[in-house]
């Protein structure tokens, strides 16, 4: 058995942590799907789906995301929910693409004190790294 030999361990059902010794860096396979709601700089909303929320937030800040926020910049991450598949992030996105904004608005407004905390704390990093570029 090699000292920096790197160990595979099951973190879950749905993600693989591989890892080695304690200089090594982790390293997290995501492979779970989301379903999230950005308030755009104009105050609309845009519901999408990704398989990697900051890196889809971080491109749509760019304006290399959709084409529909590439013109509303800057865009905040209002609400997400997480599935296991990208079948399931599909058809929620389009379901709540078929709600009103008034009931886009009671969704997010009704989300766990935890979910506005973690879409705060995404905002916060995604910003931070914004200014660092």
């Not at 800040?61 to 296991?84: C, D, I, M, W």
């Not at 990208?86 to 009103?100: D, F, G, T």
């Amino acid at each position: 058995m090699r000292e920096n030999a790197e160990r595979i361990k099951i973190a879950d059902k749905k993600s693989i942590m591989v890892s080695g010794d304690v200089k090594a860096k982790t390293r997290v396979k995501e492979t779970y799907a989301y379903t999230y709601i950005v308030e755009c700089g104009d105050g609309s909303l845009y519901t999408g789906w990704t398989n990697h929320l900051e890196e889809r937030l971080e491109s749509h800040n760019q304006g290399k995301g959709a084409k529909y926020t590439r013109s509303r910049l800057p865009v905040r991450l209002v609400h997400y929910e997480v599935f296991a598949t990208k079948q399931e992030a599909m058809k929620r996105e389009y379901a709540i693409k078929q709600l009103s904004r008034k009931d886009k608005l009671i969704l997010i407004e009704n989300q766990s004190v935890e979910v506005r905390t973690l879409c705060d704390d995404v905002a916060t990093k995604i910003n931070k790294h914004m200014v660092d570029l």
